[in-house]
């Protein structure tokens, strides 16, 4: 009776004092009376504390609850608070775009689907998709390719640890950072000037003429997408050698046994064995593709027909200020992930991690 009394009382005093300093500590944020610094690190020490406090409220309230009631609401009680925090960070966004991407420039007056029409029949629209395509395709494929090929060659090499550590480094990279790396390397200056670009400097020693990379479509896309797959395949090489590790050893032997060549192995033994893994790294990358902006805003600014639907989308939202444009290409990116996202739970709902 008494330990039922004392939950109570604890209860009584810990929820009040959670609602306390969650909002007082949102409020004292929303002030801005402290600098940069301060903020940053009382944000990170409020809002841990926050947390564990919200969790441990919600289970003092939940145990004065019947023991059967309790253990049905327990589960909710820890996965509601991120569900809700999704549901207003993701589905609330989400609905507001849909309704917007049907309205004019301001998203004050119903224009049907007027928006969706210059998507699909403007000429620099059209570009952005070829381009979207473009990256989709060679972006997610050479990636793939390239990791498989790494993890492979690794898987059998005397310095795995070295190689596969040296590919995986470019992920560390924000694709910001690597942008920048790049820009100096495909940097170009007219014939006859120092060219400080590595590339160029290379074509130059040579005796070739240095090259505008970066200004010369369609092919100056494929060397955005050359960064991105220098980004992507330490990713790929990570997961398909942890996959590597788990085909059978005993079948490898008894092919080469009955005379298989290498490439057979691979072809025949190897890459059946890993096929989840590798559908599941190229759905990943696939829709890293998709959503692709921060390389092609950082090297060309989706100049010299490197525009892509994501840097289109930012363009018409925040610098022309078409909500109703901005709204229906984030729209047509969102439909354009669905059926991979569908597909990837799909999958996990097989293999029973939900």
Request: hydrophobic residues 55%; positive net charge; proline residues 3%.
């Amino acid at each position: 009776m008494k330990a039922a009394i004392s939950e109570k009382m604890k209860t009584l005093y810990v929820v009040p004092l959670t609602v306390i300093i969650m909002s007082g500590g949102f409020l004292l944020l929303r002030t801005g009376m402290m600098n940069q610094v301060l903020t940053t690190v009382f944000a990170i020490i409020w809002g841990t504390a926050s947390v564990l406090l919200l969790f441990y409220s919600l289970n003092l309230l939940a145990q004065l609850m019947k023991a059967k009631l309790y253990n049905a609401v327990i589960p909710y009680i820890f996965i509601g608070p991120a569900v809700l925090i999704m549901g207003w960070y993701l589905f609330v966004p989400t609905i507001r775009s849909l309704i917007l991407s049907f309205m004019d420039k301001r998203g004050e007056h119903f224009i049907g689907f007027g928006n969706y029409a210059y998507v699909f029949t403007d000429p620099t629209m059209l570009v952005s998709i070829r381009n979207t395509i473009i990256w989709l395709v060679s972006g997610t494929v050479f990636s793939v390719l390239f990791g498989l090929i790494a993890a492979v060659l690794a898987d059998r090499s005397q310095i795995e640890k070295l190689g596969k550590t040296l590919i995986f480094m470019p992920m560390a990279i924000s694709l910001v950072g690597a942008g920048v790396i790049w820009k100096f390397i495909y940097a170009y200056r007219p014939e006859g000037d120092t060219q400080i670009g590595l590339l160029n400097a290379i074509v130059t020693a040579c005796g070739g003429k240095p090259q505008n990379w970066l200004g010369t479509a369609p092919a100056n896309n494929l060397f955005l997408i050359a960064i991105f797959i220098w980004l992507q395949t330490g990713f790929a090489l990570v997961v398909l050698s942890a996959a590597l590790k788990s085909v059978s050893s005993e079948m490898i032997e008894a092919a080469r046994i009955d005379g298989a060549g290498e490439f057979r192995i691979i072809l025949q033994i190897v890459i059946p064995s890993i096929a989840g893994s590798i559908v599941t790294v190229s759905t990943t990358i696939l829709l890293a593709a998709l959503k692709c902006f921060d390389i092609v805003f950082s090297m060309t600014n989706g100049l010299y027909g490197t525009e892509v639907l994501a840097s289109q989308q930012y363009k018409q939202m925040f610098k022309f200020l078409h909500y109703g444009r901005g709204s229906a290409i984030a729209i047509v990116i969102l439909l354009a992930v669905s059926p991979v996202i569908w597909y990837n739970l799909k999958e996990f709902n097989k293999k029973e991690v939900f």
